[in-house]
């Protein structure tokens, strides 16, 4: 496919996911979802109102007590409402932690800025086996 890139990246959380991007500039905290919807409902927060479950979030880092963050995580896990996988932008133990503990697919150090290369609505691609991003861009109107 021509309108697909892959970019290399360092796997944190083996596996792979995919799915509909959410990107966010701001760090996360995961305890500030609705567990029920995965939500996020933090005030001011980039992508407050936007759902994460099932979606390829691309976020700072981490945010929060390791106490919260594997709350947070642990509660939308219960829920299935867990991202399917999450792309870093800098890297934190609470948030890695938090994803080793419920399986969530990791990876950081992409060899392009995500920001750059991923926004809201294209198609992603993360297979942390093979430390690869597909990115498959959304139509622009």
Known sequence: MDNVKVYKCRSIVRGRGEGEAVVSKDAMCFYLTDPKTGTVIER????QGKSIAGKVLVVQSGKGSSVVQV???YQLWVKNNLPKAIILKETEPVIVSSA???GCTMVDQME???YEAIHDGDYVEVDADKGEVRVKKKKRE
């Open 112 to 114: 392009v800025d995500p």
């Open 100 to 102: 080793v503990m419920t």
């Open 44 to 47: 001011n927060h980039a992508i």
């Open 71 to 73: 709350d947070g995580f």
